[in-house]
């Protein structure tokens, strides 16, 4: 009998997590109805993140925090290894949404709302042991727990101990794993002030995770880790997580709707009138653009300057996302981008030799510094296609410097395989 009642409950939890697309909140509300020591934990970060939206109306300093993140492949086939050209394309992505950097037609009360969140993702290129490192890590399992699929039941795409793989440590990085969650779900998140230590970060089926690749067509918009992590970060769903007009997401902003966009744009739906005060007597439309929603990822565009306060708050006052802040995962991403362009490495990542093409056609020294900043190498008056031998250098991320009359024109980062 208790076999029975075990596997019903665990039935029904299958059920409950397959009807969403994102189980961060169904998980998040089960755990504040049974969990007192969660839910007591979950109002303390609350209201700290209030009080600093309360002291910060004037705005966020303008102050670009840069993430790393770790990227926890988990597979049980070939098809489910994803690449480093799929997971790039979706720190791309996460680059592209959290920085306003998109391009998409909105109405012109959405468009003045549209904020850029001053966050930025890279792959980390120093693990927690200061080793040079491509941000990833690959792990063959056999699946999950739940008919073999991870699930949020039990986090167990989080532990080694349950086929899945352990964090890194979530003060210093974003962790995002990455695997075949069970149809239908495309991914979730833990919130802010979560107690949970060893499993903070963000969960995204392998079908849902980047642009190119091993991505399903519907879901090849990479926007379920840029809707994931706006979880991460605090945020709730816009319609409230209520199928009427009388749920929230706290923020005064985004306007009221009854329930989850479906899949599509429907840009002309407005299901709710019963606004905030901040719209007065107008009545927008639902913001099916907006990040938080269930629309498809092509209508995805915008978080709002009232969500990006929303996340501030939880950036500048949950301890492990404070953290972030001082963590050297990132140490090769202080990059401009207006001298990555004086030359280009092929191919990239490699296993032993490097092409070099200036694009400027000068002939130029280049150095090659190691994830804790020493030079380990220099190769003068090189010429544009000239091939260094990088069969001796150790597996890991390193800095392809160019440098002429001494100063440093042009900088490219290097994964050596």
């Not at 009998?1 to 397959?18: D, E, P």
């Not at 939880?314 to 981008?337: H, Q, V, W, Y």
């Amino acid at each position: 009998m208790k076999k029975f009642l075990l596997l019903l409950a665990v039935f029904g939890s299958f059920v409950t997590y397959s009807q969403e697309k994102c189980a961060a909140h169904t998980k998040h509300n089960e755990r504040l109805a049974n969990d007192p020591a969660y839910a007591e934990a979950m109002h303390v970060a609350q209201g700290k993140a209030k009080a600093w939206q309360q002291t910060h109306q004037n705005g966020t300093e303008k102050v670009t925090l840069t993430i790393p993140v770790v990227v926890h492949v988990l597979y049980k086939n070939a098809a489910q290894n994803v690449s480093l050209a799929q997971i790039q394309s979706q720190i791309d992505v996460l680059n592209t949404d959290y920085r306003a950097l998109n391009q998409i037609d909105l109405p012109a009360y959405f468009d003045s709302l549209k904020a850029d969140i001053d966050v930025e993702f890279c792959l980390a290129s120093v693990d927690p042991d200061g080793n040079p490192t491509d941000g990833i890590t690959r792990t063959s399992t056999t699946g999950g727990t739940l008919f073999g699929y991870f699930s949020p039941f039990n986090d167990d795409m989080k532990y080694d101990s349950l086929g899945g793989k352990n964090c890194w440590p979530t003060d210093k990085y974003l962790n995002l794993w990455v695997g075949e969650l069970f149809p239908g779900l495309l991914g979730y998140a833990q919130f802010p002030g979560d107690p949970k230590v060893n499993a903070d970060g963000v969960v995204i089926t392998t079908t849902a995770f980047g642009t190119t690749g091993n991505v399903d067509p519907i879901s090849a918009g990479g926007r379920t880790a840029t809707h994931e992590i706006g979880h991460w970060m605090g945020l709730y769903h816009i319609w409230g997580d209520e199928d009427a007009c009388t749920g929230s997401d706290t923020i005064a902003d985004t306007p009221n709707m009854a329930a989850a966009s479906n899949q599509g744009c429907d840009s002309l739906a407005n299901t709710c009138s019963n606004e905030d005060a901040f719209w007065g007597s107008f009545d927008p439309t639902d913001m099916v653009f907006n990040y938080m929603d269930y629309s498809s990822d092509t209508c995805m565009g915008m978080f709002t300057k009232g969500q990006k306060m929303r996340m501030h708050g939880f950036l500048n006052t949950d301890p492990r996302r404070m953290g972030l802040a001082t963590s050297n995962g990132c140490a090769f991403m202080g990059i401009k981008e207006d001298v990555e362009s004086m030359f280009t490495l092929s191919p990239n990542p490699t296993t032993d030799n490097v092409r070099i093409l200036f694009n400027t056609g000068d002939i130029a020294t280049v150095q090659i510094v190691n994830a804790q900043g020493q030079l380990i190498a220099v190769y003068d008056a090189l010429s544009t296609g000239a091939e260094i031998d990088l069969s001796n250098l150790e597996v890991g991320v390193y800095l392809v410097q160019m440098m002429k009359n001494e100063k440093l024109v042009g900088i490219e980062r290097l994964v050596k395989h």
